[in-house]
């Protein structure tokens, strides 16, 4: 009976050591975790916030084509959201290639000079398409002569005809910002997503995604749309005429920050 109980006692104080260490590697891979989001949080919003290009085109072309509060918040969302879809997929991919991080962070790179040119390109199509507007509302005036040799003046804007080319140009700029940023990485994203996948933890995986993107793009909306309501305050109604071609030179130069400052 005195070695039964021994063995009873042995068995339990075995089971209670197990349970320690259970419990004190769920409390290391919770600390992990949270270490994981917290750094996910804070990379994500300064990552937004010191890259301009994240809200300055946003916030320039809402002005000039006088958006909604509604559909600058749609197209902003939509552009964040596919901007960390993208390197969502190529950080999974990546994953499950057993690639390294820095190869990764090479393609990424490709990925983001091409964004950044055409973020370029766009800027100066705009540019060009906007400067064409002012030409084409500048007033100008006829002369008429009637059969009663009474003659008369009128004036009017050069844009009194093609109204539509006007509706195709603004229909084609929200898409063309969701595929530069669909092209746009985020670089920091992709060492967060591999210490997870490295340690086979996929709910870690999700969670530092999920983080990750709803801080980028909340971020996104929020100096969009603050931005956006302290411009209405502005004194810019003398420049309004102009409002494209500041539009169009504000996301040019959001491109050449990346190519040449790499912000």
Request: hydrophobic residues 55%; contains cysteine; charged residues 10%.
């Amino acid at each position: 009976m005195l070695f039964l109980d021994i063995v009873a006692r042995i068995h339990y104080l075995y089971a209670r050591i197990e349970t320690v260490d259970y419990v004190i590697e769920e409390l290391l891979i919770t600390a992990e975790l949270n270490a994981l989001i917290i750094t996910a949080a804070s990379i994500a919003f300064f990552h937004t916030i010191l890259g301009p290009d994240h809200y300055l085109p946003f916030i320039t072309i809402s002005w000039a084509r006088k958006w909604s509060a509604v559909k600058t918040t749609l197209i902003t969302f939509l552009c964040g959201l596919g901007h960390i879809c993208s390197s969502v997929v190529l950080g999974l991919i990546g994953v499950s290639l057993g690639l390294a991080v820095k190869k990764l962070e090479i393609l990424e790179s490709v990925r983001g000079n091409l964004a950044a040119w055409l973020l370029i390109a766009f800027g100066l199509v705009y540019i060009v398409w906007g400067l064409r507007r002012v030409y084409r509302k500048q007033p100008h005036t006829h002369s008429h002569i009637h059969a009663s040799e009474a003659m008369h003046t009128h004036s009017h804007l050069r844009e009194h005809t093609h109204v539509h080319n006007n509706k195709a140009a603004v229909s084609i700029a929200p898409w063309t910002l969701f595929v530069i940023f669909v092209f746009g990485p985020c670089e920091p994203l992709i060492p967060i997503l591999m210490y997870p996948a490295a340690q086979n933890s996929w709910f870690g995986l999700v969670v530092v995604t999920c983080v990750f993107g709803i801080i980028t793009i909340a971020t996104m909306l929020g100096t969009v749309l603050l931005s956006r309501a302290g411009v209405n305050f502005l004194p810019l109604a003398g420049m309004q005429r102009f409002s494209h071609v500041i539009a169009g030179a504000t996301i040019c130069l959001c491109g050449l920050a990346i190519v040449f400052l790499g912000l």
